[in-house]
């Protein structure tokens, strides 16, 4: 109980500028937890489809590939398609990779979606935290000039303690901000990393059997000079 008095008398001595920080706490967690899920579970899913194409890639299995990434809609599934897609009209390497890329394009506005506005809401939170204090502190040397002298170093010391909060209560939501912002950052980078493998090795699978399907005809064309 003593710990909740704590809280809202700190809350309450802040003055006014403690609810604006207050929503941009809110705001900032509740884009964190909808990002954090968001990815996990994109990380998840393609994890598991890349675990399911890269066996049929390696067997050459073009149907039941194709029917894996027609059923998947994660971002692995959905550039593979894309890769397949313009391989059936174009079998030259940079023709697939730029089809590929254009795919990976399309999807990184929906992994990185929202992400920025963490580091934003950090710099907000600070900003008005500071605000609140230069109005506080503006008001507290307002209220001195015009009291006791004997209460004025008293009156000044209660008053700045309290202008304080804001600028404690700024950094107290922006620095946990910052840490997610850079978790979701991470997690972000790794799934487009992976994203990224996943178009190499599509390509030098493609390759490969491309020249396992010229060898014969090279092996022919020598026994025949």
Not at 2 to 7: F, L, S
Not at 184 to 208: H, P, R, Y
Request: without cysteine.
């Amino acid at each position: 109980m003593d710990m909740y008095t704590t809280v809202v008398s700190f809350f309450q001595d802040g003055g006014p500028f403690m609810y604006p920080i207050a929503v941009v706490l809110g705001v900032g967690f509740a884009i964190a937890l909808e990002r954090f899920l968001y990815l996990m579970n994109q990380t998840r899913v393609n994890r598991r489809d890349y675990e399911k194409i890269l066996p049929l890639l390696k067997q050459r299995r073009d149907r039941e590939l194709a029917e894996v990434t027609r059923k998947s809609r994660s971002a692995m599934a959905r550039i593979i398609a894309d890769g397949m897609n313009r391989r059936s009209s174009s079998r030259r390497r940079s023709d697939i990779e730029y089809a590929m890329e254009e795919g990976l394009l399309e999807i990184l506005p929906n992994i990185e979606r929202r992400t920025p506005y963490l580091a934003t809401f950090a710099n907000i939170a600070t900003l008005l935290g500071l605000l609140g204090t230069i109005i506080g502190l503006i008001a507290a040397f307002t209220a001195v000039a015009n009291a006791d002298p004997a209460e004025k170093a008293t009156l000044l010391s209660s008053s700045i303690s309290i202008a304080m909060n804001t600028t404690a209560f700024g950094l107290m939501v922006a620095i946990p901000l910052l840490l997610l912002h850079s978790m979701l950052q991470s997690k972000t980078a790794a799934i487009v990393e992976s994203l990224e493998i996943a178009v190499v090795k599509f390509l030098n699978l493609m390759d490969g059997e491309q020249a396992a399907q010229a060898a014969p005809a090279q092996k022919a064309a020598a026994a025949r000079a």
